[in-house]
């Protein structure tokens, strides 16, 4: 008898490994326009010289899409989008419109970090400071946002159907340069991720690249999803059948984009030019992937408690130049507007692991955190999801937060919070199934 119980509780285990870790994997996409109303006089954002002036135009719209993962019993939202970062109050009051049908642990928000995209403090309602430099809080525009993403994820998880997914990296030289020095590290790793349905139809293609899209600057005054924009807008027409593609940024705290030799001078040009060229080297490595049914689909949300707020003894000259602050006024605005404890979101699909990072992290400490999570999962291909569901600040190593210069000056946690954040985000790649 003995034997046989075993036989059979084996089996169950077996069964129920399976629909957890492996079988079928289903996934549903769906996409919403971002881009609001030029008669809602939304500001653009990234750069303090703007003022918080409203865009004046649209050069090409803004996308949240969404992909929703489902082994049958459990669900996962990863949604990508054509913003600056989101404001930490974004990401709850979504998971609160969604309902009870869905937990923060289950959804992450990775913007590209468009300085083209709508101004992130002008969708904070902590922001209550009226300063035009970093923006001024308008609650219709909080609202609409947030809605738009509560129908986006609700519109993905109704269109799910079985598929198959492959991933695989290439590092393509001279499209990134560290901005804070020739002698600086680059991760130049271009990641895609197929997702086809079982029939064969390409159903999402993700891309994982990491630069600042800084094209424009603050002299530009339209929406504009920058070179992530045109290298979505590209690898949909190179794919076709009516694919999803959806970029996500890496590590780039101190990452810039190269600009490519057949642009011109015209910003717009460059960007479009940058993400057309990418498009096309990333659909051409799309065609190569190969997919499997067989997926490990596994996801975690890892608290993390942040070091003491405090601002960079070159705030002022800097960051604090740019921003129109003062000494006074961060002592206020710090306790409302920085949070006490932040997440590391990470999923794991198949030989993809994506480590949330909840704001713009240097590719040194990136690099560190993709080696330590191959060599914790097995996975083939982690990566870094940046500015993953809040914007905390720059998140940087000791060495270069106390070097100084524009990235640690708007770093609000000290020295510290580059290894705080770093062992927060592997701890939750740790709770990741091998």
């Given at each position: 008898m003995?034997?046989?119980f075993?036989?059979?509780?084996?089996?169950?285990f077996?069964?129920?490994?399976?629909?957890?870790?492996g079988g079928e994997?289903?996934?549903?996409?769906?996409?919403?326009?971002?881009?609001p109303?030029?008669?809602?006089?939304?500001?653009?954002?990234?750069?303090g010289?703007?003022?918080?002036?409203?865009?004046e135009?649209v050069?090409d719209?803004?996308?949240?899409?969404?992909?929703?993962l489902?082994?049958?019993?459990?669900?996962?939202?990863?949604?990508?989008?054509?913003l600056l970062?989101?404001?930490?109050?974004?990401?709850?009051?979504?998971?609160?419109?969604?309902?009870?049908?869905?937990?923060?642990?289950?959804?992450?928000?990775?913007?590209?970090?468009?300085?083209?995209?709508?101004?992130?403090?002008?969708?904070n309602?902590?922001?209550?400071?009226?300063?035009?430099q970093?923006g001024?809080?308008?609650?219709a525009?909080?609202?609409?946002?947030?809605?738009?993403?509560?129908?986006?994820?609700?519109?993905?998880?109704?269109?799910?159907?079985?598929?198959?997914?492959?991933?695989?990296?290439?590092?393509?030289?001279?499209?990134?340069?560290?901005?804070?020095g020739?002698?600086g590290?680059?991760d130049?790793?271009?990641?895609?991720?197929?997702?086809d349905?079982?029939?064969?139809?390409?159903?999402?293609?993700l891309?994982?690249?990491?630069a600042?899209?800084?094209?424009m600057?603050?002299?530009?005054?339209?929406?504009?999803?920058?070179?992530?924009?045109?290298?979505?807008?590209?690898?949909?027409t190179?794919?076709?059948?009516?694919?999803?593609?959806?970029?996500?940024?890496?590590?780039?705290?101190d990452?810039?984009?190269?600009?490519?030799?057949?642009?011109?001078?015209?910003?717009?040009?460059?960007?479009?030019?940058?993400?057309?060229?990418?498009g096309?080297?990333?659909?051409?490595?799309?065609?190569?992937?190969?997919?499997?049914?067989e997926?490990?689909?596994d996801f975690?949300?890892?608290s993390i408690?942040?070091?003491?707020?405090?601002?960079?003894?070159d705030?002022?000259?800097t960051?604090g130049?740019?921003?129109?602050?003062?000494?006074?006024?961060?002592?206020?605005?710090?306790?409302?507007?920085?949070?006490?404890?932040?997440t590391?979101?990470?999923?794991r699909?198949?030989?993809?692991?994506?480590?949330?990072?909840?704001g713009?992290m240097?590719?040194?400490?990136?690099?560190?955190?993709?080696?330590?999570?191959?060599?914790?999962?097995?996975?083939?291909?982690?990566v870094?999801?940046?500015?993953?569901?809040?914007?905390?600040?720059?998140?940087?190593?000791?060495?270069?937060?106390?070097?100084?210069?524009y990235?640690?000056?708007?770093?609000f946690?000290?020295?510290?919070?580059?290894?705080t954040?770093t062992?927060g985000?592997?701890?939750g790649?740790?709770r990741?199934?091998?």
């Open positions: 003995a034997p046989r075993l036989t059979v509780l084996c089996a169950i077996a069964c129920s490994s399976s629909a957890v870790w994997l289903s996934a549903g996409v769906a996409r919403v326009d971002l881009t109303p030029l008669s809602m006089k939304a500001p653009l954002g990234g750069y010289a703007r003022m918080n002036r409203p865009a135009g050069h719209r803004l996308f949240a899409k969404a992909l929703v489902s082994d049958g019993n459990r669900r996962f939202a990863l949604v990508t989008c054509d970062g989101l404001a930490s109050p974004m990401k709850p009051e979504i998971v609160s419109r969604l309902g009870d049908d869905w937990s923060a642990e289950q959804i992450l928000i990775l913007p590209s970090h468009s300085h083209g995209a709508i101004e992130m403090n002008a969708m309602p902590n922001n209550v400071f009226s300063i035009p970093i001024i809080h308008d609650p525009l909080y609202d609409l946002t947030v809605n738009r993403f509560v129908d986006v994820i609700r519109r993905a998880a109704d269109s799910l159907e079985p598929v198959t997914v492959g991933t695989r990296s290439r590092n393509i030289p001279g499209w990134n340069r560290n901005r804070r020739a002698n590290l680059t130049d790793e271009l990641t895609v991720t197929r997702i349905s079982t029939t064969g139809r390409p159903v999402a293609v891309v994982n690249f990491t600042h899209p800084t094209f600057t603050d002299k530009q005054m339209q929406f504009s999803g920058d070179w992530p924009g045109a290298l979505q807008r590209t690898l949909e190179v794919v076709g059948d009516g694919v999803t593609a959806m970029y996500y940024n890496g590590a780039e705290g990452q810039a984009p190269v600009s490519r030799p057949s642009a011109g001078d015209s910003r717009w040009e460059m960007a479009d030019q940058y993400g057309l060229e990418l096309l080297l990333a659909g051409r490595f799309w065609g190569d992937i190969a997919t499997s049914s997926v490990t689909f975690h949300q890892e408690e942040l070091p003491e707020r405090r601002w960079h003894p705030f002022m000259s960051g130049k740019e921003y129109g602050l003062s000494e006074d006024l961060l002592r206020d605005m710090l306790p409302r507007m920085s949070p006490e404890q932040t590391s979101g990470s999923l699909l198949g030989e993809l692991v994506i480590v949330g990072v909840p713009e240097s590719a040194e400490l990136g690099l560190h955190i993709k080696s330590e999570a191959k060599r914790i999962t097995g996975a083939a291909h982690p870094i999801g940046g500015l993953a569901n809040e914007w905390i600040s720059y998140i940087l190593t000791p060495e270069a937060y106390r070097t100084g210069g990235e640690a000056s708007v770093s946690y000290g020295e510290e919070l580059g290894s954040i062992r985000a592997l701890t790649v740790g990741l199934r091998p």
